[in-house]
Structures are given as C-alpha cells and as structure tokens.
C-alpha cells in the first residue's frame, strides 16, 4: 500500500513542504536500543532525510520505549496525541510475540489505540514486526503479523514491511541474520541507516 495514497495529509504538507509533526511510536526499534548514539536511531535518520522536503519545518517527537508490548503502549497513547502529530508511525507486535501477550488482548489493545489515534485526528503508518533469531524462535510470529496487517487494513493505515525488507537484506547477503541483529533482536548503526532511509524513501514516494 502506498503511504501517499493512503495518509492525504501527510501528501498535502510534503506537497506544500510544511509544517509537518512526526511522532514515531514504538519500543526499542524507535529508541533506538543498540544504536551507538541517539541520532543513528532510525527516527533521527529518517528525519535527516526528510528534513530537505519540508522547508518549513518538521518537528519529530520519538516516542520509543525499550521492551514495551500492546499492554504498555496502550497506557502512552494520550502521550502520543499531546504530541499534536500530523503522523504516527507505529512500531509495534514484537514484544507481543516473545513475552507473550494473548494475540486477542494484542489485537483488542492494538484497534483500541488506532482508533484513539484516527479520532485525535492522527494519520498513522504501521511498521511490523522485525526479522531476527529471537522472534524466529516463536511459531505464532506469522500469525502476529498477519493480525497487525489486517487491523491496519481495516483502519486504512499503511503498513511499512519491516519483516520482509529486513529478510530481503538477508537474502541479497547485505547482512546475515546474526549480523543484522548481533544480539538477537536489536540492530546496530547500520541496521538502522538502512531502515531509517527506507522509511524516508517510503514516505517520500508518490501516490
């Protein structure tokens, strides 16, 4: 699903080149755990590369905790609104998977929040889950992403494919799956260059 077409807001204010507010919600993947710095997180280098559309200014509010699932994120969304986002991109379902939190409660939790989000008047982009030796481990990974693909579908929310683009990496050799995630879960500077230009890149791209 393109982002463009499906958030007509966020293709108005990079039409127009601003004002725009950017808040990446998540857990770890948008702290940024891993990283040597705050600004190799991939928020910050998403927000680098955006910065040159958006002239008249874009604000990024990074709104990542490390170890969170459905259950935490759900008790910040009124944090998320006081940001006062024109867009939320999401990181969410994969703390969900390996504490494990009930895929019910998950997606109970998950439509809970989107809807909150979609009736402040948020545009939302969903990103899912990554691909690493510690997710792997679980049978119900699929299902789980499977599940946080079609809530995004019945709330019109694209789906920025984390999963797949980071096993791609993996297939074209850019990086084995111990490589890309040394610790089994959490990427390094380059990982999250890479995934931080990508969703840029998305987001840039046309309807």
């Known amino acids: 699903m393109s982002a463009a077409r499906s958030l007509p807001r966020w293709a108005s204010k990079l039409g127009s080149g601003g004002p725009v507010r950017i808040t990446c919600f998540g857990s770890s993947t948008t702290e940024g755990y891993g990283a040597s710095a705050p600004e190799r997180s991939y928020p910050e280098v998403m927000r680098r590369r955006l910065e040159p559309f958006f002239p008249r200014g874009l604000v990024l509010n990074n709104r990542g905790i490390s170890g969170e699932s459905a259950l935490e994120m759900d008790g910040r969304i009124d944090d998320v609104i006081r940001t006062e986002p024109d867009l939320v991109i999401w990181q969410t379902g994969s703390n969900d998977v390996s504490r494990p939190v009930p895929l019910a409660l998950f997606e109970h939790l998950t439509r809970d929040g989107l809807q909150r989000l979609r009736d402040a008047g948020a545009e939302i982009a969903i990103m899912d889950q990554q691909y690493s030796t510690a997710l792997e481990a679980?049978?119900?990974?699929?299902?789980?992403?499977?599940?946080?693909?079609?809530?995004?579908?019945?709330?019109?929310?694209?789906?920025?494919?984390?999963?797949?683009?980071?096993?791609?990496?993996?297939?074209?050799?850019?990086?084995?799956?111990?490589?890309?995630?040394?610790?089994?879960t959490h990427m390094t500077d380059e990982g999250y260059r890479l995934l931080g230009e990508a969703v840029a890149d998305w987001l840039l791209t046309p309807a």
């Open 138 to 184: 679980f049978d119900t990974l699929p299902e789980f992403i499977r599940s946080l693909h079609a809530l995004a579908e019945a709330f019109g929310a694209p789906v920025f494919p984390r999963y797949a683009l980071m096993r791609a990496w993996c297939d074209e050799g850019r990086f084995t799956i111990d490589t890309l995630s040394p610790d089994g």
